[in-house]
Each structure stands twice: as C-alpha cells, then as structure tokens.
C-alpha cells in the first residue's frame, strides 16, 4: 500500500500564505503523476493543480498566479505553496498520487486524508 499524509493547512486571513505538503511512503515502485485536490462543503471535489514526474504542471484557473505546486522526487514528497489566499479558497485539501507499488503493477491513485484550509475575510 502507498499512503500519502498531509500537513500545513490552518487558518489564515486573506491576502495570507500557506504551505501544504504531502509525503508518500509504503510499498512505492514509482509515482508519476502527483496534486492536490479541493472540496469545499456542499461542493464536489476539484482539481486544484498538478504535477507530473517530469515536473509539467496544471493549475485550475481559479489559482493560477497564486498557488504553486512542486515535488521532491528523492522525497516522494508534493507541496503547495498559495499566496494571495481568498475565503473562497477555504476547503479541504487532498493530496493525490498516481503510483506503482512494483515493477509489473498497474498504476493506481492514492489519496491522502486532507488538510482543512480556512479564509478568513
């Protein structure tokens, strides 16, 4: 099994900053794609950005030019770094990942428990 926990989300005001970061561990092979998702109450979860093993990313248009996304491959590790944060980017963050647990295993997606973000005005 690959497990993915997060960590750095909090409360924050507007205008503020906040680091998200998400560590895999377990049985890994190979992880090759790797993001965040968000859902907010009473709404589905959305992609927020992601980042593939060869570092392209993709951003929602609703963060673009704030949040930043990045991974550590030595580290198994994703992070997200949002600036310029809104109370509309107040929900819970998932981190995701699509690994290998062995040489000739399919590819499968991870999540991670989530991360609360809150923004306050």
């Known amino acids: 099994q690959v497990q993915l926990v997060e960590s750095g989300g909090g409360l924050e005001q507007a205008g503020g900053s906040l680091r998200l970061l998400c560590a895999a561990s377990?049985?890994?092979?190979?992880?090759?794609?790797m993001g965040w998702y968000r859902q907010a109450p009473g709404k589905q979860r959305e992609l927020v950005a992601t980042?593939?093993?060869?570092?392209?990313?993709n951003y929602a248009d609703s963060v673009k030019g704030r949040f930043t996304i990045s991974r550590d491959n030595a580290k198994n590790t994703v992070y997200l770094q949002m600036n310029s944060l809104k109370p509309e980017d107040t929900a819970v963050y998932y981190c995701?990942?699509?690994?290998?647990?062995?040489?000739?295993?399919?590819?499968?997606?991870?999540w991670g428990q989530g991360t609360q973000v809150t923004v306050s005005s």
């Open positions: 377990g049985n890994i092979f190979s992880i090759n794609a």
């Open positions: 995701y990942a699509e690994a290998r647990e062995g040489r000739f295993s399919p590819r499968r997606d991870y």
């Open positions: 980042i593939t093993g060869g570092s392209s990313t």
